[in-house]
């Protein structure tokens, strides 16, 4: 089977989360990195680019010219990976969709809400998809509570209690990581809220089934001088009567990654913690709590629909990144190929993105109002 | 060194935590219970009052009768143990209060702010002293936790983390503990707020060294025809701009008796967990988290007060408890001899009491005005 | 209902293991200390004994003494608590037994076959109880996951690894406690292996039901100029093909007191840690491990005998101490009134004194000759 | 930078390590698969190739057709991997050898000592390198660890406890994987002291720095009519008078891929458990213990050497094992331009590859003669 080609807008030298998408593309051999602008800075892009064994004429220094140039090959790439700053996605993820070639952005769909309606409408008006990496949602055993969760295996949904605990700006910070992420020309108006507090909202959605349609929120920035909020603290109400509570925190000493879910109704609960990915906790009610396990006993279809290693065997972080890449690659491939994708590939898309910047919009709009209830627009609709 | 004499009120045949304050009361062996109205129903006083050793002649059907005998007597006990459910605290306590004898009260403190006031009032006049049972203070870890905000390991406080899950109430329940606990008339107009939303509330403050001065609640009652809150979700705003975030839930699938509680400062942080209670995790910021165990390596001045055994033999909630009862000796034999007691010794009394309902009343209030702020009284004044 | 009367050999001030005897007998509120040879120091026994409450009649210096004066006083002892070090056993017991006193004495039996034999003959030709305190065999969990063995939830038991681990003699020590420990004329030849190897052994062979036939040894004195064992290998097998490891180490660094069981059949396997008592891990082969809880979901009858309070309010060291004392109560009273006694009490007795003095002695032997299997006496017959 | 060639023997359609071997070759981007010989059957052969995106002229069935093209083209393969049963090992190792090209040997070395021995004699004579997938060793913490215990954090050794315990042949079982894994003739006399038992030794060598002088071990098959060993004890000593001791299992009911050391010095303790391998347990004595996390507070260099994500982001299996390829290819890059290699790269070699038969054959003599003890050739030399 072929490799699909793919290029990557932003990523050079000194990234983080560009390294993360080529590991990811590569991991499960579907895809192929022979192109990108991964610096404004030509040097660096050119750098970048030969560490990465991407010929010469495919290292571009603009995206405009990079999506034109793509879109005239025989052998131009399927998609683009758009890992640059919050504000720097729309640009070239709007000039690569009028390209028509793929996109696969990574999270929060953008800085501004109007950055995101402009991705919208060329959305709309392309042939191209939209994948957003909402990562965390490919981990096996969120599929897996996914999945549990629609076929009733919890009851009526009554709670979700989710929170994304780090600790790393917990001090004022000089790297070129924290200086894009605590500045608001940058990052977008929200700083924790968008950065991982979009993450856990999205998780709590993809596994609960269910969009919030009200938040109330209370957002601090500990850290003095610091522009953009550090602290979440968000009430939810769901539209069944079901409540939440998010909690999301960079100030919180003692936690790296914590990302961490719990799901309960009336006949079950799940708990999931993102840095202990291969065990899901199922206790259905009167009876002892299971330990399920990755790829182990009780695994459902949608848990172990990409098995790499038998259980015991951990996978992380990577892992389930690879598999949004594989899942794009089958949605991909099937649109090449005229036909209609496995309907068990999921990645998330434009729906999740906006549905984020719809969620980040209300906390912040709720916290300047002394934390009322603020109605969020896609669950009005 | 002579035994004190504890008297029960509440606590006969078929109760549950009158066991535990006998338990509690034995274990340190600083306690013999005397005497008891253990059941308005004559024949089941009489019946628990035997079992339990109790003379026959000590064994009250009517509280009020036996303050008087028991304040009459030579040998009358020093202090009494009220196990009553909650809307039965306010008569005995004031009753013994009003009589001199001391009181050691399961919390909270009342089913309504009425009898809370009642009961503060009886008290500034009373030379006996009130205790009440928020026994998850009394841990150890717990007592070295507070000593460790206090002194500073985390630097300034940012951040409380509380929550207290159960399930048992996650369907219809028809026993005696359920019956009160679910009934307006007999635990007062807040389920689970005051049930185990109170504790949480409490071992925050205890922990923090802080009183919220703000919440915003929003409850429900999840299981259908419940008649009070079963499940709690409150955001907290200290006076220093700390924040805070509540869940106490008996509905939540999976849990037992999950009171768990981190505490965020500048330098450092804090997590315990109730079913856990023999290690403690603290993390100073830019170090590995250290693993604190009871009586183990780094163990503090307040952690290791009440030794019983070496690190690695796991104490648990009665241990905890006897605490309680083994300080309110002290307090007890000082006043008894006119001394002032060992200025370690701490049990939670009235101001904690009223600090609680005043958290009740707050939180009630703020859910049925569609979670606005409510500040608390006491943090006003 | 009276309580029963206990006396007190050993366990003077300073003393630890006296302690925990004394609060284990009080906790359940079935024994009163009235009586007690303390310590061997005349001034030291009436103190200790002032410290308890001990009337200064019954305050001895002397057991031989206490023995006899017990026995002719009407309201003499039901039994006598022996805790005082290994080598210091064999005569109070004996001396208890033939005045007709119960005995409670702690573990290891003695500290030499010829004290055990002294000790196996007296109790063969009294009409009194012996009762040894194994006290980890009194775990709720423990019992109950004897009963899951018994009854077959694991099929054909195949391995029992067992391991004690601490480290408090990592280093050379110079205190009361590892004093006698470590010095062979009172602790007996072995050390680890006496002191929580013993344990180790019982409670592997208490859950699984199985006595080992043959055991193969490595011990060690890691620490300079020790003279006993400070760490211990051994190879077990059984009668019926089962293998067996016990790890035993007085100096493994970061191990408080670590003693875990880990069982496995044709059919399931069971985990326990004895730091963390109140969870059993237990899976059926090929489906989900399982999390008992004490009190919790799929409680047994065994695991749920002794309810002091609900799931999630953990027990722990001393409540299973507590449960010895009051089972060998529930014998005791059948005993004076002539009935026999509930089928289920159960206190680890004589026979199980003496399958640890096996099973030191086998080991102490194979040691010595290169770890070559010796087969255990009691196995053999 | 240009990938390096890597060819395949071994690890067609249905296999399990093959694909493992192929994630881990191009997780970090090192390495291309250009060619294989996947399987002996030819149809089978050139379906894997084409699913991998070998060419056909590249797709062999015969590895020694293959190790003559490949070494006779200009472009030919760096480096091949072979993964096929144990039995097949020695064969194409050989043949790659010969023709000059590195390889890369899935564990254990050989089915037997002859087989052994014969790849010893041609990669003495060979100038390509040879490099066995002892995987466990490439986690980042287990570097971490071996370099604390070489600096002395842990003071002198004195006890290595490890253990490796499966379930998955608790009952006979009839697939691909069991069937050679259980076939004395393709495994080798050993079953799961080759398959596992190798691991958990070569772990316990790698992190303590120490080889075992003397073996004790008593091997089983517990299911019925297995043919070779599914449990494995095993006592170890050390020359520097350490001790140890090694389980493995395949039939511990609740384990799936249980891998965890243990290591004790007299300054300080290690715990590791492969499946949560993101977090490392130090306790220096007389301090509480720390929690090292991948790339987290306290790393050091060994630990910290590839860095794909920050702590947090839960690196596995795949990743250690991609590490190991990496390290192969800092190797082989150095080779290729007349360079040293890093020093600090570090691949299990031949020599790991002896040792582990030596502790198999070691381990079958003792077992057989009753678990005496049995000197190690390669630490007797």
């Known amino acids: 089977m072929q490799r699909l080609k793919l290029g990557m807008v932003g990523g050079g030298q000194g990234a983080f989360i ?45 995206f405009h010219e990079m999506a034109k140039a793509e879109a005239a090959r025989a052998d131009g790439i399927d998609a683009v990976a758009v890992v640059t700053p919050n504000h720097m996605h729309a640009a070239p993820v709007i000039a690569f969709l009028k390209a028509g070639i793929h996109v696969i952005c990574d999270k929060p769909l953008a800085a501004t809400p109007e950055d995101a309606a402009a991705i919208a409408q060329a959305a709309a008006t392309s042939s191209a998809q939209f994948f957003l990496t909402h990562n965390y949602t490919a981990y096996p055993l969120i599929r897996q509570a996914r999945e549990m969760v629609a076929r009733g295996d919890l009851g009526d949904i009554r709670l979700v209690q989710v929170e994304y605990a780090q600790d790393w700006l917990s001090e004022p910070l000089d790297n070129k990581q924290a200086a894009w992420r605590t500045d608001p020309a940058r990052s977008g108006a929200g700083g924790c809220i968008g950065d991982i507090g979009t993450h856990a909202y999205n998780l709590a959605s993809y596994v609960s089934g269910m969009a919030a349609t009200q938040v109330a929120a209370d957002l601090d920035a500990f850290v003095e001088g610091r522009r953009v909020d550090d602290n979440v603290h968000v009430l939810l109400r769901y539209g069944n009567g079901a409540k939440g509570m998010l909690w999301a925190s960079q100030v919180a000493v003692g936690n790296e990654n914590a990302l961490r879910l719990r799901v309960y109704g009336s006949q079950g609960g799940l708990e999931w913690d993102q840095e202990v990915p291969n065990t899901l906790r199922f206790t259905p009610f009167g009876a002892p709590t299971r330990t399920l396990t990755r790829a182990g006993a009780g695994g459902t279809a949608a848990g172990t629909r990409h098995l790499r290693t038998p259980a015991g065997h951990p996978e992380g972080y990577l892992e389930a990144f ?60």
Request: hydrophobic fraction near 45%; include cysteine; aromatic fraction near 4%.
């Open 322 to 381: 690879a598999t949004l890449y594989s899942e794009a690659a089958i949605v991909i491939r099937a649109a090449k190929s005229g036909q209609s994708p496995d309907a068990q590939a999921h990645v998330p898309d434009l729906t999740d993105g906006l549905a984020g910047m719809d969620f980040i919009a209300a906390c912040l709009s709720s916290s300047s109002n002394d934390a009322r209830w603020v109605s969020l627009t896609g669950a009005a609709t």
């Open 18 to 62: 560009g390294g993360v998408h080529r590991i990811a593309a590569r991991l499960d051999g579907q895809w192929d990195l022979v192109a990108g602008a991964l610096s404004s800075d030509s040097a660096r892009a050119q750098a970048s680019a030969n560490d990465l064994g991407i010929a010469p004429d495919r290292a571009y220094t603009d």
